[in-house]
């Protein structure tokens, strides 16, 4: 290393000290509204030092795409016979959650519609306590397109016809109806539905499923039923043009660096020997990592994340706050939590998995996240490893993000369809995005690299090891885990393991 790199080495080093100690304050909203100080300190300074300092050139087969694993996506339903002259009814399902749970829920509606021979009314999302985004089923996806691709499976209407106009949320939230039922038991089976809703659809003609989210089995139902999930899933949702046309030109620029205007350009220019001029990532790939660490997660989880007992203190506060004794403090210490897995991966954590899988400071990585716990102050680490990383607000004009701003649902959405078009796919921690993305880019055979957490939250725990072990226990740990085929299990998720239900082996 010349003189003038080692200059700029201590420079950055320097600057990542400083930044690692900005003070965050973490604003906590209780009947009286207070403020804690909480100090991020670095947790894996080692293991950051060689990722600053690692070598030039990323593995030769990083980027490789994933040859033919033998199976191809199956989900024709064939000569399936023409949908009866009438229905036994209308559907309607009350779907909570987050954008990638609601997903789940409407390809569960459509598979419940078939199973009834009903009419399933458009469904409706309410409204995420958490995100508080009112965005409705049309505001996200091409109403028109589901309508039409499944015209030939079952009978869909955007709305009811008058006489049925009284059976809206509201109407349910106020009284005991006779034409709600809300005892669906969490993965029912098409029996269980036969039983208790078709009665209901045939005396009054309407049946108000709430709550819906995983109220159907992945198992013991018949293959056309799973096909017909996997089809909504992975060709009748499809996001609303703005939505697509946005991501389109994410997706262009992150391919092709050279869109920005010349003040951009030159303060990328200023990264000096931050970047490779030699990195073997083939020109106009992108990989993209999600990062679900939201206050949400933190707080979930019970795990320290370096802040100290004033941010046990705040994240213990918010636990209260937000799930009032259902989520209680762990009994598990901070250890065992990260040796069993269970602890959502921090961007200084993700930064040092990235570098020692092989990518370099050249890589052109997008981050998918909503809010970040902890703000740029604990993704400044992330960003010292990866400087050419980018998000929505970096790619995107603020005209350009006007129809979205604010609005969780059709944020997750645009992070959803540049995901779907990236090189490579690795997410921080499983949830809800994590487990529809992985279940779509199998569909697809694209790379996805999942993280074994038990593995990495170990490895973190050795603060002795050094980078070389580091890289080396990671890459053994993950040869079989970056996109291969792996058959559904019972109980686990169609949407997360397609195969072999939706499915063929060639």
Request: hydrophobic letters at 40%; aromatic letters at 8%.
């Given at each position: 290393?010349?003189?003038y790199a080692k200059d700029n080495f201590a420079l950055r080093i320097g600057i990542l000290s400083v930044l690692f100690f900005v003070v965050l304050l973490c604003n906590v909203s209780?009947?009286?509204?207070?403020?804690?100080?909480?100090?991020?300190?670095?947790?894996?300074?080692?293991?950051?030092?060689?990722?600053?300092?690692?070598?030039?050139?990323?593995?030769?087969?990083?980027?490789?795409?994933?040859?033919?694993?033998?199976?191809?996506?199956?989900?024709?339903?064939?000569?399936?016979?023409?949908?009866?002259?009438?229905?036994?009814?209308?559907?309607?399902?009350?779907?909570?959650?987050?954008?990638?749970?609601?997903?789940?829920?409407?390809?569960?509606?459509?598979?419940?519609?078939?199973?009834?021979?009903?009419?399933?009314?458009?469904?409706?999302?309410?409204?995420?306590?958490?995100?508080?985004?009112?965005?409705?089923?049309?505001?996200?996806?091409?109403?028109?397109?589901?309508?039409?691709?499944?015209?030939?499976?079952?009978?869909?209407?955007?709305?009811?016809?008058?006489?049925?106009?009284?059976?809206?949320?509201?109407?349910?939230?106020?009284?005991?109806?006779?034409?709600?039922?809300?005892?669906?038991?969490?993965?029912?089976?098409?029996?269980?539905?036969?039983?208790?809703?078709?009665?209901?659809?045939?005396?009054?003609?309407?049946?108000?499923?709430?709550?819906?989210?995983?109220?159907?089995?992945?198992?013991?139902?018949?293959?056309?039923?799973?096909?017909?999930?996997?089809?909504?899933?992975?060709?009748?949702?499809?996001?609303?043009?703005?939505?697509?046309?946005?991501?389109?030109?994410?997706?262009?620029?992150?391919?092709?660096?050279?869109?920005?205007?010349?003040?951009?350009?030159?303060?990328?220019?200023?990264?000096?020997?931050?970047?490779?001029?030699?990195?073997?990532?083939?020109?106009?790939?992108?990989?993209?990592?999600?990062?679900?660490?939201?206050?949400?997660?933190?707080?979930?989880?019970?795990?320290?994340?370096?802040?100290?007992?004033?941010?046990?203190?705040?994240?213990?506060?918010?636990?209260?706050?937000?799930?009032?004794?259902?989520?209680?403090?762990?009994?598990?210490?901070?250890?065992?939590?990260?040796?069993?897995?269970?602890?959502?991966?921090?961007?200084?954590?993700?930064?040092?998995?990235?570098?020692?899988?092989?990518?370099?400071?050249?890589?052109?990585?997008?981050?998918?996240?909503?809010?970040?716990?902890?703000?740029?102050?604990?993704i400044s680490t992330l960003r010292q490893v990866f400087p050419r990383m980018e998000d929505k607000r970096s790619l995107a004009s603020s005209e350009e993000r006007a129809r979205i701003?604010?609005?969780?649902?059709?944020?997750?959405?645009?992070?959803?369809?540049?995901?779907?078009?990236?090189?490579?796919?690795?997410?921080?921690?499983?949830?809800?995005?994590?487990?529809?993305?992985?279940?779509?880019?199998?569909?697809?055979?694209?790379?996805?690299?999942?993280?074994?957490?038990?593995?990495?939250?170990?490895?973190?725990?050795?603060?002795?090891?050094?980078?070389?072990?580091?890289?080396?226990?990671?890459?053994?740990?993950?040869?079989?885990?970056?996109?291969?085929?792996?058959?559904?299990?019972?109980?686990?998720?169609?949407?997360?393991?397609?195969?072999?239900?939706?499915?063929?082996?060639?």
């Amino acid at each position: 290393m010349n003189l003038y790199a080692k200059d700029n080495f201590a420079l950055r080093i320097g600057i990542l000290s400083v930044l690692f100690f900005v003070v965050l304050l973490c604003n906590v909203s209780t009947s009286s509204s207070s403020s804690e100080v909480i100090t991020v300190k670095p947790r894996h300074l080692s293991l950051l030092k060689s990722a600053l300092q690692r070598s030039s050139g990323e593995q030769s087969d990083l980027w490789r795409p994933l040859t033919d694993q033998g199976w191809s996506p199956c989900i024709d339903l064939g000569n399936s016979p023409s949908l009866p002259d009438k229905t036994e009814g209308y559907v309607q399902v009350f779907l909570d959650g987050g954008l990638n749970q609601q997903r789940m829920g409407i390809c569960d509606a459509v598979a419940v519609a078939k199973i009834l021979n009903a009419t399933l009314v458009i469904p409706y999302l309410e409204v995420n306590p958490v995100w508080q985004d009112s965005s409705s089923f049309v505001d996200i996806f091409d109403v028109d397109h589901f309508i039409d691709s499944l015209k030939d499976d079952i009978r869909v209407v955007r709305e009811l016809p008058d006489e049925y106009s009284w059976s809206t949320r509201e109407y349910y939230g106020t009284a005991v109806r006779e034409t709600r039922v809300k005892t669906a038991p969490v993965h029912a089976s098409a029996k269980w539905y036969i039983e208790n809703v078709l009665p209901v659809l045939q005396s009054y003609g309407i049946a108000a499923i709430s709550p819906f989210s995983h109220r159907l089995s992945f198992d013991h139902l018949p293959a056309e039923i799973q096909r017909l999930r996997c089809k909504v899933n992975f060709q009748a949702l499809r996001f609303v043009p703005h939505i697509t046309s946005l991501g389109d030109a994410l997706v262009s620029r992150l391919r092709n660096p050279s869109w920005r205007n010349n003040k951009e350009q030159k303060n990328m220019d200023n990264l000096g020997d931050m970047t490779n001029p030699h990195s073997r990532q083939e020109p106009g790939k992108f990989a993209v990592l999600h990062l679900r660490f939201d206050k949400d997660m933190a707080a979930h989880s019970a795990c320290d994340f370096g802040g100290g007992k004033a941010e046990k203190l705040a994240l213990a506060k918010y636990r209260q706050m937000i799930w009032q004794g259902r989520v209680l403090n762990s009994q598990f210490t901070d250890e065992e939590l990260r040796s069993q897995g269970r602890c959502p991966l921090t961007p200084e954590e993700m930064g040092l998995l990235l570098a020692a899988f092989g990518f370099d400071n050249n890589t052109r990585l997008y981050l998918a996240s909503h809010k970040v716990y902890g703000g740029e102050a604990r993704i400044s680490t992330l960003r010292q490893v990866f400087p050419r990383m980018e998000d929505k607000r970096s790619l995107a004009s603020s005209e350009e993000r006007a129809r979205i701003k604010g609005k969780a649902s059709l944020l997750a959405a645009l992070d959803y369809y540049v995901s779907m078009h990236s090189d490579i796919f690795i997410s921080a921690s499983p949830g809800n995005m994590h487990n529809a993305l992985v279940g779509h880019r199998t569909f697809e055979n694209l790379k996805t690299i999942r993280p074994n957490m038990a593995l990495i939250g170990q490895l973190f725990l050795n603060k002795n090891i050094t980078w070389v072990d580091f890289q080396q226990a990671l890459g053994e740990g993950h040869v079989n885990r970056q996109g291969q085929i792996r058959l559904r299990k019972p109980k686990q998720s169609i949407y997360t393991y397609p195969a072999p239900d939706c499915m063929c082996h060639v």
